[in-house]
C-alpha cells in the first residue's frame, strides 16, 4: 500500500464517495423517493467518463437501473427490499473500489 497522497483527482473521488454513503444513508432509511442515488450514479458515471478512475460499466448501469426502479412507489414491499438489497450492494462495490483506488496503488481491485 502507498498511503494516501492528496491529488485533486483523490480528492473528488472522495466527495464522490461521500456522495455515496449520503445515498446509502437515505436508502437505509427507506427514503426510496428520493432522488441523491440517481444524483450520485449520474456523477459517478460523468466521473468516470472524464478521469482515468474507470468503472465496470456493467456494476454502474446496473446500479443506476437499480435506484430507477426504486423510485417506483407501486411496487410491492419485499420486491423494494429486494432492489434495495441490490442497490445497496452495487453502490457498496462502486464505494469500495472508489477507496482502493484512492488508498491503494491506484489500480482498481477487478
Do not use: C, Q
Request: proline share 5%.
Amino acid at each position: 500500500m502507498n498511503g494516501f497522497e492528496g491529488t485533486p483527482l483523490n480528492m473528488t473521488t472522495l466527495l464522490v464517495v461521500a456522495l455515496a454513503f449520503v445515498s446509502l444513508f437515505l436508502i437505509f432509511r427507506k427514503r426510496y423517493d428520493s432522488n441523491l442515488p440517481l444524483l450520485f450514479y449520474g456523477v459517478a458515471a460523468l466521473f468516470s467518463n472524464l478521469s482515468d478512475r474507470e468503472l465496470n460499466p456493467y456494476l454502474l448501469y446496473t446500479g443506476l437501473i437499480f435506484a430507477l426502479l426504486l423510485r417506483f412507489e407501486f411496487l410491492n414491499s419485499a420486491f423494494s427490499k429486494l432492489i434495495a438489497f441490490l442497490s445497496i450492494g452495487s453502490m457498496s462495490l462502486i464505494i469500495w473500489i472508489f477507496l482502493s483506488e484512492v488508498f491503494g496503488d491506484g489500480s482498481p481491485p477487478f
